[in-house]
């Protein structure tokens, strides 16, 4: 006769951090092998079923913060690797998702920002050349 395995339960502070790694969009396996968590995968899996989250709205808050963190970067292929490394997928992974969940384009993001950094440089050079300019 089998039993379950007995799993250690989730503290109180296990379970604030564990909450706050859901909203980032962090899995159970990520989480449950982060130092500073500590836990037992199926703890976490087992919490995360105790609270009705399903998987789906992990993976929204995932594409979520990975929008937040692109849109507010300066260079956006050093973001999408630090995002990699953290969420153990490869940077083509983050932009073929963000294409396919939120129709994001890289290449647009970056065309943009050249356009916002050309017309920066615009301004600075005007102001440069007419010191009245405010």
């Given at each position: 006769m089998s039993r379950a395995p007995q799993v250690k339960p989730l503290t109180l502070k296990q379970k604030d951090l564990v909450q706050k790694a859901w909203a980032l969009g962090y899995n159970d396996k990520l989480i449950s092998a982060h130092p500073r968590i500590n836990a037992e995968y199926?703890?976490?899996h087992r919490f995360r079923h105790e609270m009705g989250i399903a998987t789906a709205t992990i993976s929204e808050n995932r594409y979520d913060a990975w929008v937040r963190a692109v849109m507010s970067a300066g260079d956006v292929v050093a973001v999408i690797e630090k995002l990699a490394e953290s969420y153990n997928v490869t940077p083509y992974s983050i932009?073929?998702?963000?294409?396919?969940?939120?129709?994001?384009?890289f290449r647009k993001i970056q065309?943009?920002?050249?356009?916002?950094?050309?017309i920066e440089r615009k301004l600075?050079?005007?102001?440069?050349?007419?010191?009245?300019?405010v």
């Open positions: 199926l703890a976490v932009r073929l998702l963000l294409w396919r969940h939120r129709g994001i384009s065309e943009d920002k050249l356009k916002q950094l050309d600075k050079l005007k102001k440069e050349n007419n010191p009245f300019l």
